[in-house]
């Protein structure tokens, strides 16, 4: 079995960064792609951010662009994400994903395998 565990959230001002970080225990597998997702109350998970292994190549959604960076560690499945310049509508309930095969859509959360718990972040104005 394969479990993905966020870790990072709190609580901080507006302007603010956080870093969140995503491993995988359990089962080895190897993923395509991990992203980020989140989602703030009464409203759908969104995609974040996003990394294909094979290219290196990231992803952003437009509302966190040049403010979020995506890395990781493809052997370890590790994935983390450093936010800067955080705003209040950042607030969400933060999820990493894990995406094993080619072909589906990155930015789209049905393409992903597995999911991690959620880590909440809030940012306050």
């Known amino acids: 079995q394969v479990q993905l565990v966020e870790s990072g959230g709190g609580l901080v001002q507006a302007g603010g960064s956080l870093r969140l970080s995503c491993a995988a225990s359990?089962?080895?597998?190897?993923?395509?792609?991990m992203g980020w997702f989140r989602q703030a109350p009464g409203k759908d998970r969104e995609f974040v951010s996003a990394i294909r292994w094979s290219t290196g190549t990231t992803y952003y959604a437009d509302s966190v662009k040049g403010r979020f960076t995506i890395s990781g560690d493809n052997a370890k499945n590790t994935v983390y994400l450093q936010m800067n310049s955080l705003k209040p509508e950042d607030t969400a309930v933060y999820y990493c994903a894990a995406l094993l095969g080619r072909g589906r859509p990155i930015v789209v959360a049905n393409s992903y395998d597995y999911w991690g718990q959620g880590t909440q972040v809030t940012v306050s104005s």
């Open positions: 359990g089962r080895t597998f190897s993923s395509y792609a």
